[in-house]
């Protein structure tokens, strides 16, 4: 037996957790009976040696059911520790619509790569071997030479072709080269009907939309989501959105609003809560499934978001110059890139907020800088904190804890 190479240790009085810091999985032990395996990983006993020295049966199938589960989680073991990887390339920032929540201020940056720069830049990240390419904008499809771009990359790309699209640019012209080159199409459309389309998207989007599903699904492209952004001022529509995207056959993604972005300026167009409050989804709180992982993804190093300019960055919320990693122009791949402007900013954030140092489960709230990021420049964290700390603290230590 031997414990993973990425387990973390954490305490909290006779408790321990141990995580893997790489897959986010983690299990809670007695102080006593991690003890029982950490000498025995120590002395290097072997399993069911281990086991046997319990005389009591029961305390056998304990500490056999404790092993294996932790085999499964891969905190014992040599667990795969194969990363997803994912790049998200948005190769225009112009769109033909004008969300109010818009993350990436769609329209706000004019340089775009050359066609021969994104063929380029194609080369770069088929080399770094990502499961998936997502293709975004903007509006992707504004660009001309879309198709040119989407024949190019499906000849020297084997792996899943995303495009994330606001679908009203998808006609009898490009549905070819769509059918061939892109395994999944992304729509957003974020509402359940004309009026609730219209307050975000804007007038006549949502029946157009409903429309292009239709031809697509015509034109036997079935791999098809309809996204949305909810918030305190529209989660009475998810059940909608849901039973909505049933009647498509399509798959519904919901998208917790995040205030960043052009979602500052129409802050009060979009939720009804103060500057310094933030929005918790009720299903977030389901003790029955519940959604806790250790850490964030700064350690997977997995994920590549490259902006209209060539910018890397990694990670699709924190957008500003300042956090880009290199340009995709000057680089020969992305396996030279680093997270070492995100752990500063963690670092920055941690310092930021002093109260949550010696959190005995600032590991498992923390699990998205972005969100982190944005709760403390719009003062919200102390509101966070309260909303979710008890919750925290129930799932990860199994006690109370008022903040």
Same mark, same amino acid.
């Given at each position: 037996?031997?414990?993973?190479?990425?387990?973390?240790?954490?305490?909290?009085?006779?408790?321990?957790?141990?995580?893997?810091?790489?897959?986010?999985?983690?299990?809670?032990?007695?102080?006593?009976?991690?003890?029982?395996?950490?000498?025995?990983?120590?002395?290097?006993?072997?399993?069911? =040696?281990?086991?046997?020295?319990? #005389?009591?049966?029961?305390?056998?199938?304990?500490?056999? @059911?404790?092993? $294996? /589960?932790? &085999? !499964?989680?891969?905190?014992?073991?040599?667990?795969?520790?194969?990363?997803?990887?994912?790049?998200?390339?948005?190769?225009?920032?112009?769109?033909?619509?004008?969300?109010?929540?818009?993350? =990436?201020?769609?329209?706000?940056? #004019?340089?775009?790569?050359?066609?021969?720069?994104?063929? @380029?830049?194609? $080369? /770069?990240? &088929? !080399?770094?071997?990502?499961?998936?390419?997502?293709?975004?904008?903007?509006?992707?499809?504004?660009?001309?030479?879309?198709?040119?771009?989407?024949?190019?990359?499906?000849?020297?790309?084997?792996?899943?072709?995303?495009?994330?699209?606001?679908?009203?640019?998808?006609?009898?012209?490009?549905?070819?080269?769509? /059918?061939?080159?892109?395994?999944?199409?992304?729509?957003?459309?974020?509402?359940?009907?004309?009026?609730?389309?219209?307050?975000?998207?804007?007038?006549?989007?949502?029946?157009?939309?409903?429309?292009?599903?239709?031809?697509?699904?015509?034109?036997?492209?079935?791999?098809?989501?309809?996204?949305?952004?909810?918030?305190?001022?529209?989660?009475?529509?998810?059940?909608?959105?849901?039973?909505?995207?049933?009647?498509?056959?399509?798959?519904?993604?919901?998208?917790?609003?995040?205030?960043?972005?052009?979602?500052?300026?129409?802050?009060?167009?979009?939720?009804?809560?103060?500057?310094?409050?933030?929005?918790?989804?009720?299903?977030?709180?389901?003790?029955?499934?519940?959604?806790?992982?250790?850490?964030?993804?700064?350690?997977?190093?997995?994920?590549?978001?490259?902006?209209?300019?060539?910018?890397?960055?990694?990670?699709?919320?924190?957008?500003?110059?300042?956090?880009?990693?290199?340009?995709?122009?000057?680089?020969?791949?992305?396996?030279?890139?680093?997270?070492?402007?995100?752990?500063?900013?963690?670092?920055?954030?941690?310092?930021?907020?002093?109260?949550?140092?010696?959190?005995?489960?600032?590991?498992?709230?923390?699990?998205?800088?972005?969100?982190?990021?944005?709760?403390?420049?719009?003062?919200?964290?102390?509101?966070?904190?309260?909303?979710?700390?008890?919750?925290?603290?129930?799932?990860?230590?199994?006690?109370?804890?008022?903040?």
């Amino acid at each position: 037996m031997q414990f993973n190479r990425n387990v973390v240790v954490l305490t909290y009085k006779n408790k321990v957790v141990l995580a893997n810091a790489y897959n986010g999985y983690w299990i809670r032990l007695t102080k006593e009976v991690y003890s029982y395996f950490s000498d025995a990983i120590r002395k290097k006993i072997d399993k069911n =040696i281990f086991i046997e020295q319990f #005389q009591d049966f029961n305390d056998q199938q304990y500490i056999n @059911s404790i092993h $294996n /589960k932790m &085999i !499964k989680l891969g905190i014992i073991g040599n667990y795969n520790n194969k990363r997803k990887k994912e790049v998200s390339f948005e190769i225009t920032n112009r769109c033909n619509l004008r969300c109010k929540h818009c993350c =990436i201020m769609a329209n706000s940056i #004019q340089e775009e790569l050359t066609t021969n720069e994104v063929y @380029s830049a194609f $080369n /770069k990240v &088929i !080399k770094w071997n990502p499961d998936n390419i997502t293709i975004s904008g903007g509006e992707p499809l504004l660009r001309q030479d879309i198709q040119e771009l989407l024949l190019y990359l499906r000849e020297y790309y084997n792996g899943k072709i995303t495009l994330s699209t606001n679908a009203l640019l998808i006609d009898e012209d490009n549905i070819e080269v769509l /059918k061939k080159c892109v395994d999944y199409i992304e729509i957003s459309i974020d509402g359940v009907d004309e009026k609730s389309c219209r307050e975000i998207r804007g007038e006549g989007v949502f029946e157009h939309v409903i429309q292009k599903v239709r031809f697509l699904q015509n034109n036997d492209c079935n791999n098809i989501s309809l996204s949305m952004v909810v918030s305190d001022k529209n989660i009475e529509l998810e059940r909608s959105f849901k039973k909505l995207n049933e009647q498509l056959g399509t798959y519904p993604v919901i998208r917790v609003l995040a205030f960043v972005g052009r979602s500052k300026e129409e802050r009060a167009k979009l939720s009804n809560l103060k500057q310094n409050e933030v929005y918790i989804p009720e299903v977030f709180f389901d003790d029955k499934q519940p959604f806790v992982f250790w850490g964030n993804c700064l350690l997977k190093n997995s994920k590549r978001m490259i902006r209209t300019n060539g910018n890397i960055l990694s990670c699709p919320l924190i957008v500003e110059d300042e956090y880009s990693i290199a340009n995709i122009k000057d680089v020969l791949s992305l396996d030279q890139l680093n997270n070492s402007k995100m752990y500063a900013l963690k670092e920055n954030l941690l310092q930021t907020n002093s109260f949550c140092q010696d959190c005995a489960v600032k590991s498992f709230c923390w699990n998205c800088l972005a969100t982190i990021k944005e709760y403390t420049e719009n003062n919200s964290m102390k509101d966070y904190c309260q909303k979710v700390k008890n919750y925290y603290f129930k799932i990860v230590w199994g006690e109370d804890k008022i903040c």
